[in-house]
Every structure is written in structure tokens, then in C-alpha cells.
């Protein structure tokens, strides 16, 4: 056997290292450390490692002294350390860890997922820029009268980058480097940061003075009650911060993060993707300055990177982004603050499928900081935790400054079809309630939630919709076979022919998009200002910014959308929001759907009526007296909260019961279906498991690829990532298809 380099020796008394190399392996590699290497060796450092015939990269995991004992394959050497800070501290390797375990995914992609890649690019580094200083208490003897005045003018502004200089004191390169000959500046390269925020006007805010709610909001954040270091030495409660919108839960975050500040520890904001608009970080950057790093995904690769590394030596402490800034390797940190709890896109639907809120309340126990979780309308998970006492409930029930909340009309559509034969996409009340706000110099927003896979079966003449007598969902339509299916239990149907609530003829399978209902309303008011903010209208970098500009700059009367301007907008010449239809999201085959729907409407009915101008809503349905619609119409989130609890109690759904999806993907139909079938069935088995039966999902096709899914519940998340991992090992799914697992799954189509 031929000795390999470098190792020391052939018994196991050296130092050892596991690492986790990039390569979706789920399994760690144990390698050998030199001894001039040793003293250097840290856990969580990036090493450069021999695999196979190849170099590769991986993360150190853990570093330990050997037993002494021979071991029984052959131990190869680390090559090196490829960068000397470790990119994860211990307490995040373990954060890393418990994701790994929890979502059932391979610990390399659970590391990757936890650094932007622009930092791990073997060719990441900074800027580099020449950068002219001037020289303290040199001489300037020899320097003729033009090269006095320069110097006078570097020495001024007190050095700078030198093409800014050449431009500002409209001078040459040459010009500079012969000042910098005779010795009275500077140049050499330095580090320029790629600045996200470098361009935008960021006013400076002060504390404002805070309401009684708000403060006592804060002391449940901050006071003694919630100790960094308690008593018994446990992390503080994660509070859950209950506020209506425009209650100012936004101040009470600045002021909790000041805190921290004060006492030299960093914070987290996570918000929703959506609303990391200009508005958002402007808020964050206008209070704490230079002290604010962004993360998200339109940044550019050396943005991120120079954003990264602020902080990570500690030149950033507050953090805002979406959900990957649950990761950013904030010094000493104080406070995570998860704004819009509630909000979907937390969930990272690719491997590893995390809940950003829930590593944010981990990392928070793991590290002993503070976590507060903000929304006016709580997951029901956030809510039953912090009703068992598990989280530390604060409640804002009023907005700030005695604004009123809106006043909120339900407008019956079914009324209205029997007026005008069908059903409208406006109500006249809502066109006449238009039509004020155009006439008076308001605005209004229109909402329509019509997501392209909320194919239900819906009556044009009553708004029936088609619905499984089993589950009471609606049936989804699907048009390869043209039959309405159900997604919970699979049962399936031809679509009706007559409706059985009116007798009418006329189906609808699409509905009305943001599309149609923008050309009709033009139709109405064709000297009004309108803009559409849909995926359509977005595609484009910016777009989404540039819309809600305009529309802040009053340059637009209405503002037609869907879910994307549901959320976080604030605008103060808002005083009229409608709602199309109420009902979309409620007929969604998910148990999910009315708290999805309460959400929506407390959630676009927030965005009226936030300055001195009351607001009004217009909330089109054809369910007037379904309760959930009526809570939100009264934005009661705590009825509505207490009664689906009941209901999802008694059905077995969380928050009681853990759930979570599996996907099957192949390029035949058939093996999908057999391998769903067969893993559904062997999951069956498996104590304390409810498994459904295999069914396509609403996109049956995607990509090419045919899929199947099974839905998985059980009391522990635990009891199903353990059947997971073992039935995935004894029954591993060929190479050319892939399976999935998602617990705690959000979407169950
Ligand atoms: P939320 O995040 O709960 O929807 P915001 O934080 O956006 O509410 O606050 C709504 C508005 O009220 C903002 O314009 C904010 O500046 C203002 N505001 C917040 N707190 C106060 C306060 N204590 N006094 C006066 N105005 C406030
Ligand atoms: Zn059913």
C-alpha cells in the first residue's frame, strides 16, 4: 500500500476533522490535520481537502484528538485552510445542524443555503480602488501654484478615490501621481464597499415618543421581565407582537433594536421579500445609519459579498432582509425580529425547506438572544404557542394616533347577479365609491387574489362552487382529463352540468384576472390614472419599485393588484380599498384557506385609511354570512383565531398535528404513481402516521416531469422525519426521479 504524504502516522492519534464537503453527499468525511496545521484548525472554517482525484472544499464540522487506535481505512490529509475566519460559529453549525435533521435535508445544502454564494466563489473578494490621501505636514516647496491649489483642495475634502477626484477638481491621473512623487499624497488600492443603499436619499428619523401600547410592547421585549441572561439561565420567551395594522409595530422595533445597539449587541429584521422595498430599509438605514447592512436577492454578487463581510467583522450590527438574513453572522447577537410573521414566502420551497421564523426562534434559543415575532394577523402555530405560554403575548389593538380603523361594507355579489344577469367584477357601490376618490384627488387600491392554480369550478350565475361532499374543499379542475379532483382525499367527478343551487348552465373555470378587470375599469373611468401590479407587470428588475413610486408620487388614481400589494404598503392618500373577490382564496382546496383569506382581507384593508383620512373597504363576496369573511371584516382576528383553532383541533391539521408533504417527480407518469403508491403505503404502516393516498397535485406536469404527492401527518414532526429517513434508505427511489420531503409544508398542492 503506498504511504500518502504528510500523514503522520498509521495510528489514530493525531487530530481529526469532519468535514462536510459541497457535493449534496449528506454524510461527513473524515480527515487528518498536519501538525503545523493544528493550532490554526477551527471549527466552521472553509479547508481544502483531497477527494477522490480531485481537490475539493468543505466546512470543517468538528475537530477531535484520536483514540490512539488504528484506524480501519486509510485517513488522507487536509491540503490547507482556505480562509482562516471561520465562515460559522459553533452555535451556528448547530443551527445548521438541527435544520438539517428537521427539514430531512443534506447538511452540505443546509451550510450552503446559510452563506450567499457570492461568498463562498473561490474568486469572491473585495473592490479594489486607487485612493489618493494626502500626506500629514509634508513640505510643499516644490509644488508649482496649480499643484498648491490641488493639494489645498485634497487636503480639504480630506483625501478620496482617485477617479472622484479627477472628476471633482476636473484634474488628470498623471497630475496626481506627480503630487504623489514629491511625497505629499498617498495612493494605493483600497478596499471600496459596493454599497446597496449608495444613490438613495435617507432622511434621518428620531425616536418618536411612544404610545402606551407601544411601550408597554417594548418592556415585554426589552424590560426585566425578558433578562438576556435570566434567572435560571434560559433564553427570554420569543414574544409574539399582536398589533393591528398601523398600530406603529415598526417603532416599537426600532426602539427594542436601539436598545441593543446601546448595550453593544446587533439585530436581525427579517420582512417578507415583498416589502424590502426602498420604503422598508429606509426606515432601518434613516435611524441607525451606516450600522445597517441589506441582504436580498436583487443585490449584486459583490454587494452581497462586501454586505456580508461588513457583518461579519462587526462594521454592520443591524441586519434587514428576507429570510436567508436568519443566517447573517451578526456579532453578539441581541434581537431577531421576524416582521409579517405569518407570511408565506419565510418558507423556502427548495431544499433545504426551512420556515425562516422557526431557525429565527431556534437561533434565539440557541444563542440566548431575544425574538419577536410581529403581525396583525399571526400563524395559527404563533398563535396557539403563544396562548400555551410558550411565547410572551404583547397586544397593539388600535392603530397609532387614534386613526380610526377602516370602515369595512361587505357588497353581496349574489345581489347583484340578479340585477345584471351575472355577476360583475364591480359592484356599483364600489364603482361609485371610485369614482369619489377620483373626483376628491384620493386613491384607491383594487385588490384580486387569482393565483394561476386556483382552477375551481364556480357557477357564473350563483358563485356555487364545486366541492368534495367528503372534505369540503373545492374540487380543482384539471384539464388533462377534464374532471374536477379533489386534493385532500382524491376523490374525482365530471364537471357538473347544471348548478345545483341555481340551475344555470354557465361555468367558469379561470375567473376574472388583474388583466380583465384593469381593461374594465378603464372601460369605467377613462380619464382615471390606473397601474397593475401583477407578476406580469413585474418581470422586469425594478418594476415593482418604479409602480409603487409612481403611485406614492400621486401619479396614478388607482393601484389594481394581486397578493403583492396585499402587504406592508403605506400610503398615506389611501382612503379606499376593494376587494374583488373574497372568495377566491377561501374556495382554495387547503385546510388552510380561511386563514389564508382572513389574512388577505385584514391584510389589504390595513393599507386604508393610515394618515389623517379615514379609510373605507369594499369587500366583494358571494358569502356575505360565512364567518371568516365577517371576522375580517372586523378585523377580530381573535374571534376568528379561537374558532378555526376548534376546528382544526377536531380535524386533526396543525397547529395540533404536524404536517407535511412528499413529492414524487419522473419523467413517466407511471413511476411517479408507483413509487407515490409504494411509499404511501410502507409510510402507512408506520405507527402514529396519518398518510393520504397518492394523487397529482394541481400541476400535475411541471417542466417535463410528472408528480405525485402524499400528505403525511402526525403529532411530532420527529415521528415523520424518522419514517422519512428510513423508509427513504430502505426503499431509496431510483436515480432518474427525484422525491421530496417537505414538513411543516404551507402549500398542500
Ligand atoms: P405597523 O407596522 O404596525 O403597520 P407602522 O409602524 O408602519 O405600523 O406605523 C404606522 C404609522 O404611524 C407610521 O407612519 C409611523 O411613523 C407612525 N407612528 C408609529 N408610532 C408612532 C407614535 N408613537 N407616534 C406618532 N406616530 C407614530
Ligand atoms: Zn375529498
Not at 501621481?177 to 434621518?204: E, F, M, N, W, Y
Not at 382529463?481 to 374525482?492: K, T, V
Request: net charge positive; charged share 25%.
Amino acid at each position: 500500500m503506498p504511504t500518502l504524504p504528510r500523514s503522520s502516522s498509521t495510528s489514530n492519534d493525531g487530530v481529526y476533522v469532519k468535514v462536510a464537503i459541497d457535493l449534496a453527499l449528506d454524510r461527513l468525511f473524515t480527515y487528518e490535520v498536519p501538525v503545523e496545521l493544528s493550532g490554526r484548525m477551527r471549527v466552521g472554517q472553509m479547508l481544502r481537502v483531497p477527494f477522490g482525484h480531485r481537490e475539493a472544499r468543505g466546512f470543517a464540522l468538528s475537530v477531535e484528538s484520536g483514540d490512539g487506535a488504528t484506524p480501519s481505512y486509510r485517513i488522507k490529509p487536509i491540503l490547507g485552510i482556505a480562509d482562516e475566519a471561520p465562515f460559522f460559529s459553533p452555535q451556528m453549525l448547530r443551527l445548521v445542524r438541527w435544520i438539517s435533521s428537521y427539514t430531512c435535508s443534506p447538511i452540505e445544502m443546509c451550510l450552503r443555503a446559510a452563506v450567499p454564494a457570492a461568498v463562498l466563489k473561490p474568486n469572491a473578494k473585495p473592490k479594489e480602488r486607487l485612493f489618493v490621501e494626502p500626506v500629514a505636514d509634508a513640505p510643499d516647496a516644490g509644488l508649482t501654484a496649480y499643484q498648491r491649489e490641488l493639494l489645498g483642495n485634497i487636503v480639504r475634502v480630506g483625501g478620496g478615490w482617485l477617479q472622484q477626484l479627477c472628476r471633482e477638481f476636473t484634474t488628470t491621473p498623471a497630475t496626481l501621481r506627480t503630487l504623489a512623487s514629491k511625497g505629499v499624497v498617498c495612493i494605493a488600492p483600497h478596499a471600496q464597499r459596493r454599497d446597496p443603499l449608495a444613490g438613495r436619499t435617507v432622511l434621518a428619523s428620531r425616536p418618536l415618543a411612544l404610545n402606551d401600547m407601544q411601550r408597554k410592547a417594548l418592556e415585554a421585549i426589552i424590560g426585566d421581565g425578558a433578562q438576556l441572561e435570566g434567572v435560571d439561565g434560559k433564553p427570554p420567551r420569543p414574544v409574539l407582537l399582536h398589533g393591528v395594522t398601523g398600530s406603529g409595530k415598526t417603532e416599537v422595533y426600532l426602539q427594542a433594536i436601539a436598545h441593543e445597539l446601546a448595550a453593544g449587541r446587533g439585530a436581525i429584521v427579517l420582512v417578507p421579500e415583498i416589502s424590502l422595498t426602498p420604503q422598508t430599509v429606509r426606515r432601518f438605514a434613516g435611524r441607525f445609519g451606516g450600522k445597517v447592512a441589506v441582504l436580498h436577492s436583487a443585490l449584486s454578487d459583490g454587494e452581497r459579498y462586501d454586505e456580508w463581510h461588513r457583518i461579519r467583522t462587526g462594521e454592520a450590527s443591524v441586519v434587514v432582509g428576507p429570510r436567508s438574513a436568519v443566517f447573517a453572522p451578526v456579532r453578539n447577537l441581541g434581537l431577531i425580529v421576524v416582521d409579517e410573521e405569518h407570511d408565506m414566502s419565510y418558507k423556502q420551497d427548495e431544499t433545504p425547506r426551512y420556515n425562516a421564523r422557526d431557525v429565527a426562534v431556534m437561533r434565539g434559543s440557541l444563542e440566548g438572544c431575544r425574538v419577536v415575532l410581529g403581525s396583525a394577523t399571526p400563524s395559527l402555530e404563533t398563535w396557539l404557542n403563544a396562548k400555551r405560554g410558550k411565547y410572551a403575548l404583547a397586544s397593539m389593538a388600535s392603530r397609532v394616533a387614534g386613526h380610526p380603523m377602516p370602515t369595512v361594507h361587505l357588497l353581496n355579489l349574489a345581489e347583484e347577479c340578479e340585477a345584471y344577469a351575472s355577476a360583475p367584477i364591480f359592484s356599483k357601490f364600489l364603482l361609485d365609491a371610485i369614482a369619489e376618490r377620483v373626483r376628491r384627488g384620493e386613491q384607491t387600491i383594487l385588490f384580486l387574489n387569482r393565483r394561476g392554480y386556483s382552477r375551481v369550478c364556480e357557477c357564473r350565475g350563483c358563485g356555487y362552487v364545486a366541492t368534495c361532499p367528503n372534505c369540503s374543499a373545492a374540487y380543482t379542475y384539471h384539464s388533462v382529463d377534464s374532471c374536477l379532483r379533489c386534493h385532500i382525499c382524491g376523490a374525482w367527478t365530471p364537471p357538473p352540468i347544471t348548478c345545483p343551487d341555481c340551475g344555470g348552465h354557465d361555468f367558469s373555470y379561470a375567473g376574472v384576472g388583474t388583466q380583465r378587470a384593469e381593461q374594465a375599469l378603464r372601460k369605467c373611468f377613462p380619464h382615471a390614472r390606473i397601474l397593475r401590479m401583477d407578476a406580469d407587470s413585474t418581470s422586469r428588475k425594478n418594476s415593482h419599485d418604479d409602480i409603487l413610486s409612481k403611485f406614492r408620487a400621486r401619479e396614478a388614481d388607482v393601484l389594481i393588484g394581486t397578493q403583492m400589494i396585499a402587504k406592508g404598503l403605506d400610503f398615506p392618500n389611501v382612503t379606499l380599498v376593494g376587494v374583488l373577490n373574497a372568495d377566491a382564496s377561501l374556495n382554495m382546496p387547503d385546510f388552510r384557506a380561511a386563514e389564508r383569506t382572513f389574512q388577505l382581507i385584514a391584510q389589504v384593508s390595513g393599507r386604508a385609511g393610515r394618515a389623517e383620512k379615514p379609510g373605507e373597504v369594499f369587500i366583494q363576496t358571494f358569502h356575505p354570512d360565512e364567518f371568516v369573511i365577517r371576522a375580517a371584516a372586523d378585523a377580530d382576528f381573535i374571534r376568528f383565531a379561537d374558532a378555526e383553532l376548534r376546528d382544526r383541533e377536531a380535524a386533526g391539521f396543525p397547529p395540533y398535528m404536524k404536517f407535511a408533504t412528499a413529492m414524487f417527480r419522473a419523467r413517466d407518469c407511471a413511476s411517479a404513481q408507483r413509487w407515490a403508491e409504494l411509499y404511501s403505503k410502507s409510510l402507512a404502516k408506520c405507527p402514529g402516521l396519518i398518510v393520504t393516498e397518492a394523487v397529482p397535485p394541481a400541476i400535475e406536469r411541471a417542466d417535463g416531469w410528472y408528480r405525485f404527492m402524499v400528505q403525511i401527518r402526525s403529532a411530532t414532526s420527529n415521528a415523520i422525519s424518522s419514517a422519512w429517513r428510513w423508509i427513504s434508505k430502505a426503499r431509496p427511489a431510483p436515480k432518474d426521479m427525484r422525491v421530496a420531503i417537505d414538513i411543516d409544508a404551507l402549500d398542500v398542492m
